[in-house]
Every structure is written in structure tokens, then in C-alpha cells.
């Protein structure tokens, strides 16, 4: 897969985040719910002026300082660590692109503009409210995760040969 290709994973998660959230702000009220699956799941217009579950609320300067500061390791690592290593280098993307998708709206909005609303049935939790930013954020942890473990597998191998 060529470098465009990943940056284009990457262009893709931010456009496909501010898209619904545009949705979200241009059809919802805030504080509107619409339910999908009720009670577990529904499109709940939130809007968040800090970071995760809120924290740190109204320092946007620090988030800006902090997003500007992980972009840069993120280019930094995908092109100088991650060459020949396609897990590593989509998690990287996705961290990318979600890392940019909430710092447009930290930037021009002052605020995330967060939507998914869901309730774990098995222990009555109602999960804080995330976006596709929010979510790509998580799932590129759990790639680096696996490239992690891929390759520590690959070099004990390398070693035992």
C-alpha cells in the first residue's frame, strides 16, 4: 500500500467525522435523542469542551498544544518507524485521523461535537458519549496493540533462527 494510500485512510476517518457531526449540529438540537435500539443505542446531540468524559474542560489552549504535539509523533513515527509495517502504519492513520477530526472542532467550534450514545445492557453502564474521531482513536489502539504483538512474534523468531 503506497503512503497515499494510508493518508488516505487517514483524510477518510477525518472527512466521515466531520460529515456526522455536521449532521448533528445542522439536524439536532442539542441535548436531542434519537433512539436506534432503546434503550442501548441512540444519537444524542452532546457537545464536550474538554477532553475524554470531559476532563479538563475549557483549556483549549493545552489541547491544541497537546493534538499539534501528537500529530507531529504521529507523522514522525509512520515515517520513520512504521516503513514495512502495514499494521503499524494503519493504526498510525487512524490515530492521525482522529486525532485531526477532533481538533477541527476544538479549532473552529471550540467544542467536540459528540453523537453516539450507548447504554452496556449487562452492567446498566451508560457509556460516555463518543463520535467517529473518538472511535477511530480507540480502534487505532487496538491495531498498535496487535502490531505490537506481531512484532515481538516476528523477532523471537528471527532470533531463534
Same mark, same amino acid.
Request: glycine share 8%; charged share 20%; aromatic share 14%.
Given at each position: 500500500?503506497?503512503?497515499?494510500?494510508?493518508?488516505?485512510?487517514?483524510?477518510?476517518?477525518?472527512?466521515?467525522?466531520?460529515?456526522?457531526?455536521?449532521?448533528?449540529?445542522?439536524?439536532?438540537?442539542?441535548?436531542?435523542?434519537?433512539?436506534?435500539?432503546?434503550?442501548?443505542?441512540?444519537?444524542?446531540?452532546?457537545?464536550?469542551?474538554?477532553?475524554?468524559?470531559?476532563?479538563?474542560?475549557?483549556?483549549?489552549?493545552?489541547?491544541?498544544?497537546?493534538?499539534?504535539?501528537?500529530?507531529?509523533?504521529?507523522?514522525?513515527?509512520?515515517?520513520?518507524?512504521?516503513?514495512?509495517?502495514?499494521?503499524?502504519?494503519?493504526?498510525?492513520?487512524?490515530?492521525?485521523?482522529?486525532? !485531526?477530526? /477532533?481538533?477541527? #472542532?476544538?479549532?473552529?467550534?471550540?467544542? *467536540? %461535537?459528540?453523537?453516539?450514545?450507548? +447504554? =452496556?445492557?449487562?452492567?446498566?453502564?451508560?457509556?460516555? !458519549?463518543? /463520535?467517529?474521531? #473518538?472511535?477511530?482513536?480507540?480502534?487505532? *489502539? %487496538?491495531?498498535?496493540?496487535?502490531? +505490537? =504483538?506481531?512484532?515481538?512474534?516476528?523477532?523471537?523468531?528471527?532470533?531463534?533462527?
Amino acid at each position: 500500500m503506497s503512503v497515499y494510500k494510508y493518508y488516505g485512510l487517514a483524510a477518510f476517518v477525518v472527512l466521515l467525522d466531520q460529515w456526522t457531526k455536521w449532521l448533528i449540529v445542522k439536524n439536532m438540537e442539542l441535548k436531542e435523542r434519537i433512539s436506534v435500539w432503546d434503550p442501548w443505542f441512540g444519537i444524542l446531540s452532546h457537545r464536550n469542551r474538554g477532553a475524554a468524559w470531559g476532563m479538563l474542560e475549557g483549556q483549549m489552549w493545552l489541547f491544541s498544544i497537546v493534538t499539534i504535539g501528537v500529530i507531529c509523533a504521529i507523522l514522525y513515527f509512520y515515517h520513520k518507524e512504521a516503513k514495512g509495517k502495514p499494521i503499524f502504519q494503519v493504526g498510525l492513520m487512524f490515530l492521525l485521523g482522529g486525532a !485531526i477530526g /477532533n481538533f477541527i #472542532d476544538r479549532l473552529f467550534r471550540g467544542e *467536540v %461535537v459528540d453523537f453516539v450514545n450507548v +447504554l =452496556i445492557p449487562v452492567i446498566n453502564y451508560d457509556f460516555p !458519549i463518543f /463520535n467517529i474521531a #473518538d472511535a477511530a482513536l480507540t480502534i487505532a *489502539v %487496538v491495531i498498535l496493540m496487535i502490531g +505490537l =504483538i506481531v512484532e515481538d512474534k516476528k523477532e523471537k523468531k528471527q532470533v531463534k533462527q
